[in-house]
C-alpha cells in the first residue's frame, strides 16, 4: 500500500516498477524530470529514457513514432506545455492517429503556485477532452494515481493525465478495484450532488462536512476520468437529489463543468460550476493562497451548494 | 561534411554499384508512371497538388522500387523500411507508388479525395495501407521518423526510416527540433530527403521565408550532407547508398528538384501547388509522359 502523499512522485515510482517486466515502456522528458519525477525511470532504465530537451512539439511527435514501433511511449513535462505547446502534434500526430502515447501533464492547474500564469494549466482539460480518441484522466490522490498509471500502460491509445505538483490527502480507498471511466461515490447525501475531479475532491469532502453542520447532505463523486465521461453514472447519481455542483481546479470553460452541463442538458435540474473564472493564473506564496484566492475553497463549494439549493 | 553532388565520377562509381543499368533503365520508367498514376489521380477539373507531387517522383521511385525493404503482401510486416511523407500534400507521389506495388487496387486511385476512397488529402495510416503515420500538419514528419528510429535502435533492429520534407517545409521550427535531437542521438537508421524544389505555395521559398546556405545549415548541425539532382536516378541511388553506409549518425539528401518537373507548362510554376488542370493542359500533360517514355527508351 502506498502511503506518500505526492501524486508525481508515485507517477514515477509506478513506471520503475511497471518498466521492470514491461520493456516497451519508455519515457520522453523534456528537462523537467526532476519535477515530473520521470527521472526516476531514467535513473532505472537509461536506455528506454529519452532527454528529448526543451523541444515539446518534437518530443510528441517522437512519441507517435516510437508507439508505432510498438512501444509505450509516456511524455512527460509540466500541463501547460504538455498540451498547450505541443497541442497540434499531439493533435496530429498523436490523436488523429489514435496512436498509444501517454502524456503526463505534471504540475496541472494553479499548483505551481510560485510560477505563475505561464506555468499554471486552467485549459489543459479543455485542450485534450475536445480531441476525439483522448482519454482524459485526474486523479484525486496518490493511490489514485498509482492505479490510473497502470491502467495507462494497460490501455490502448492516447492518455492523458493530469497530476497535482502538491501533496495529497489519501482519499481513496487502496483496496477498491479501478478501471478507466469510473466515477466514484466519496460521500453520500440527498440533497445536492458535488462531481468534483482533482483537488476539489478533498476540498467537496471537506464541505460535506460544513453543510451537514446546517442540515445539508450532500453526495460528493469523484469524477476522475473526464473523457469518456460515463454519462449513465452521471445521471444515476443525480436521481433524487434537488441540483448539481461541479468542482474543478481549471478553467470553467471546457472543462468538468462544461462536460457535465453539456451530458445532463436535459434533465431539469440547475447546476452550479466552480472553477477558475475566465482569468490566467498568477504567483503566489503557496497553493492554499491560490485556491483561496480563486475561490476553490470548500466553503466556495458550499456557497455554491447553497446557491443550487436556493435555485429550487 | 558537406559533399557535393554524389558521385560524378562514371568510372569510379560502377565500382560500388549496387544496380545495373537495366536497373536504372527499369526505375526511370517506373517513375514515368509514378507521374502516370499521379495524373490519373487529378483529372482536368480536379484539384490536386502536381507541382510537389511530380518534383518528388524520382526519389519516390528509388525508394519504393529499389532503396527499401518493403513487403506489400503484408503492409504491416515487421521487418519494413518505413517512408514518412512529411510534406504530407505530396502523398498522391505515395499513393502512385504504392498503388504499383500492389498496396491496393488501381481503381482507388479516381475515388482520392472523395467520402467513399480509401486515400486521403493527406496521409491517413488508418484509412491507406503503406501509410505509416498521420502527416500533413507540417513540421512533424521527421519527428515521427526519429521516433521510429529511436524504437529500432533500442531494440537493435535493422529497419531504416526515410523522410520526405519540402524546402517550404523548412519554415517549420519543429524540424529544427527533430534535426538537433537526431544528431543527438546519433540516429543513423535515419535519412531525410528534403525537396528542394525552391516553390512553395504562394511564391518562391526565397521570397517567403529565405533558408540560405541550406547544406551548410545541416551540416552544422551534426548532419552528413548529400547534395544532389533530384531528377538524376544515378545520383539518387548512389546518394541513397552513401546515406545506408554513414553510421555515425543521420544523413539529409538535399534533392535539387523542379516543382512540376517533367509537365513543361507547370515546371517552375507555384500556381501548381494545388490546381486544377485544364482539358488542354491534362492533354499536353499525357504528351509530356509519351515525350519521357521517349527519352528513356531511346
Known amino acids: ?312 | 561534411m558537406v559533399v557535393s553532388p554524389a558521385v560524378e565520377d562514371e568510372i569510379g562509381r560502377s565500382e560500388n554499384m549496387n544496380y545495373s543499368q537495366e536497373q536504372v533503365m527499369e526505375l526511370k520508367r517506373k517513375a514515368i508512371q509514378v507521374r502516370a498514376n499521379i495524373l490519373e489521380m487529378i483529372p482536368p477539373g480536379k484539384v490536386g497538388h502536381l507541382g510537389g507531387s511530380s518534383s518528388i517522383a524520382d526519389v519516390m521511385a528509388a525508394l519504393y522500387f529499389h532503396t527499401m525493404q518493403v513487403n506489400p503482401a503484408d503492409p504491416k510486416d515487421p521487418t519494413r523500411d518505413r517512408l514518412i511523407m512529411s510534406k504530407g500534400h505530396a502523398v498522391l507521389a505515395q499513393y502512385a507508388c504504392l498503388v504499383e506495388l500492389g498496396y491496393f487496387p488501381r481503381e482507388e486511385l479516381s475515388k482520392v479525395k472523395t467520402l467513399d476512397g480509401i486515400l486521403q488529402g493527406h496521409p491517413d495510416m488508418d484509412k491507406t495501407p503503406g501509410i505509416e503515420a498521420v502527416t500533413g500538419s507540417l513540421g512533424q514528419g521527421l519527428s515521427i521518423s526519429l521516433g521510429m528510429a529511436l524504437g529500432f535502435k533500442v531494440d537493435n533492429l535493422p529497419n531504416r526510416v526515410y523522410t520526405i520534407l519540402g524546402d517550404g517545409e523548412l519554415a517549420e521550427g519543429q524540424v529544427w527540433e527533430a534535426v538537433m535531437a537526431a544528431h543527438g542521438f546519433q540516429a543513423n537508421n535515419l535519412t531525410a530527403i528534403v525537396d528542394f524544389n525552391g516553390l512553395q505555395a504562394t511564391s518562391t521559398t526565397k521570397e517567403i521565408f529565405p533558408i540560405e546556405n541550406l547544406a551548410q545549415k545541416w551540416d552544422s548541425f551534426g548532419w552528413n550532407v548529400i547534395e544532389i539532382d533530384g531528377h538524376d536516378m544515378v545520383q539518387i541511388l548512389d546518394a541513397l547508398e552513401a546515406a545506408k553506409a554513414f553510421t555515425e549518425g543521420p544523413t539529409v539528401l538535399l534533392a535539387h528538384t523542379v516543382k512540376g518537373a517533367c509537365f513543361s507548362f507547370a515546371e517552375g510554376k507555384a500556381k501548381y501547388h494545388n490546381a486544377a488542370m485544364t482539358e488542354e493542359e491534362y492533354k499536353q500533360a499525357w504528351t509530356c509522359i509519351d515525350k519521357l517514355k521517349r527519352e528513356v527508351e531511346a
Open chain 1, 1 to 312: 500500500m502506498r502511503t506518500s502523499d505526492s501524486l508525481r512522485k508515485t507517477y514515477g515510482e509506478t513506471l520503475v516498477e511497471l518498466g521492470k517486466d514491461n520493456k516497451d515502456i519508455v519515457m520522453l522528458e523534456a528537462d523537467l524530470g526532476n519535477s515530473t519525477m520521470s527521472a526516476l525511470f531514467g535513473a532505472a532504465y537509461p536506455d528506454r529514457y529519452f532527454q528529448m530537451g526543451i523541444a515539446e512539439q518534437n518530443m510528441a511527435s517522437v512519441a507517435a513514432g516510437l508507439s508505432l514501433t510498438g512501444k509505450i511511449p509516456f511524455i512527460n513535462s509540466f500541463a501547460v506545455f504538455a498540451t498547450g505547446r505541443a497541442y497540434d502534434q499531439i493533435r496530429s500526430s498523436v490523436a488523429i492517429a489514435n496512436l498509444n502515447v501517454k502524456i503526463c501533464g505534471s504540475s496541472a492547474g494553479l499548483s505551481d503556485f510560485g510560477d505563475g500564469k505561464t506555468h499554471q494549466s486552467i485549459d489543459d482539460i479543455a485542450l485534450m477532452q475536445v480531441l476525439p480518441n483522448m482519454t482524459v484522466l485526474s486523479p484525486c490522490d496518490a493511490i489514485e494515481t498509482e492505479k490510473m498509471t497502470k491502467a495507462m500502460v494497460e490501455s490502448n491509445g492516447p492518455v492523458y493525465l493530469r497530476i497535482n505538483r502538491n501533496d495529497l490527502p489519501l482519499v481513496t480507498d487502496p483496496k477498491a478495484e479501478y478501471k478507466i471511466g469510473q466515477m466514484t461515490e466519496m460521500v453520500k447525501g440527498k440533497d445536492v450532488v458535488v462531481f468534483a475531479t482533482g483537488v476539489m475532491v478533498q476540498q467537496s469532502m471537506e464541505a460535506a462536512k460544513i453543510l451537514e453542520k446546517e442540515g445539508i447532505s450532500i453526495r460528493v463523486v469523484n469524477v476522475s476520468t473526464i473523457k469518456p465521461l460515463d454519462v449513465d453514472a452521471l445521471e444515476s447519481y443525480c436521481e433524487g437529489v434537488k441540483g448539481v455542483v461541479t468542482a474543478e481546479e481549471h478553467s470553467i470553460f471546457g472543462g468538468l463543468g462544461s462536460a457535465v452541463c453539456s451530458a445532463l442538458s436535459k434533465k431539469r435540474l440547475p447546476i452550479e460550476v466552480l472553477g477558475v473564472q475566465d482569468s490566467f493564473g498568477t504567483s503566489a506564496e503557496n497553493y492554499s493562497i491560490l485556491l483561496k484566492h480563486y475561490g476553490l475553497e470548500s466553503e466556495d463549494v458550499a456557497k455554491k451548494v447553497r446557491a443550487v439549493l436556493a435555485a429550487n
